[in-house]
């Protein structure tokens, strides 16, 4: 009976050990997802008024100035940037980002898939060694942006996206990112990033008249890339605050069912210990009767 007792207190330590480890991570992951928040929250307004903007000029245009990033071709080559993160112990936010890029290759690009022309740029590592693992077409510049997050990083990412697109080597970029709610909701979502998307004009709205100056070929020219980078800023900023939400939230859960299992460990080591007591009384007692009589 020592011998299980010995076992079950060990156990009690183990599991003590693991949620001071996941208390800590959780209070760290807070600490981060507060200026992660704080990014974000600011960033969001701005970055939506200037892609409303933009898609307003590009849809205004009828293709006159919209230029070269919001001109439609037919879809032979597809690139996907798919934001993750460097780590994983949250939950199932990277497979939730996995997940969605797979279903929307397989839903609408699997003419191009099978023909090999399907590329996946990773902001992260842990979607790279997933679609490296299992082969797909793969570029890993700019997986390591979490590492050193600053808009200069991005920005090499979304211009290298747009070079991209004006070379041909992709007619279609889409990111595929968590957009973040709060601590314990991220929004899955696959955003067009280009050829720039037009605003679907709705019945009876009034159409955006914008004065251009200068003209506005060059100043939609100046525009149109320092949106775009804003663009994908926006989207790494959203992915990183729910990275860290999703961490949070993963280890709270873990401290709790580590306290539950310690209960329940504490109950089965009480009861093996009375269990062992009674046996050795009861020894005891026989041994004492044995001698009287």
């Not at 506005?216 to 939400?245: C, F, R």
């Not at 949070?248 to 460990?265: C, H, P, Q, V, Y």
Request: glycine share 4%; proline share 2%; charged share 25%.
């Amino acid at each position: 009976m020592s011998g299980a007792l010995k076992e079950v207190r060990n156990r009690i330590k183990s599991v003590q050990s693991t949620q001071q480890i996941t208390k800590a991570m959780k209070m760290v992951s807070a600490a981060k997802l507060r200026r992660a928040q704080d990014a974000i929250t600011q960033m969001r307004p701005y970055a939506k008024k200037l892609q409303e903007m933009l898609s307003n000029i590009v849809s205004g245009s009828e293709g006159e100035t919209g230029g070269s990033l919001g001109v439609e071709r037919p879809i032979e080559k597809v690139l996907f940037i798919a934001i993750t993160s460097d780590r994983g112990l949250c939950g199932a936010y990277n497979s939730n980002v996995i997940k969605l890029t797979k279903l929307t290759i397989a839903e609408k690009y699997k003419a191009q898939f099978d023909k090999g022309n399907v590329q996946v740029w990773t902001i992260g590592k842990k979607g790279w060694e997933h679609f490296t693992k299992n082969r797909f077409n793969v570029n890993a510049a700019h997986k390591d942006i979490f590492l050193s997050l600053n808009f200069e990083n991005v920005q090499a990412c979304a211009q290298a996206a747009v070079k991209a697109f004006e070379n041909k080597e992709a007619d279609v970029v889409e990111i595929v990112y968590s957009e973040f709610k709060n601590a314990a909701t991220q929004t899955f979502s696959v955003e067009r990033f280009l050829p720039i998307p037009k605003v679907v004009a709705k019945t009876n709205a009034k159409k955006s008249d914008f004065i251009f100056e200068p003209e506005k070929q060059t100043l939609i020219a100046e525009l149109m890339p320092k949106i775009l980078n804003t663009q994908l800023y926006k989207a790494v900023l959203d992915a990183n605050a729910s990275e860290h939400g999703a961490r949070m939230t993963a280890m709270d859960k873990a401290s709790e069912n580590a306290n539950e299992l310690i209960k329940t460990l504490k109950i089965s080591y009480n009861r093996a210990r009375q269990a062992a007591i009674t046996t050795e009384l009861t020894e005891i007692v026989s041994g004492a009767a044995a001698l009287k009589g």
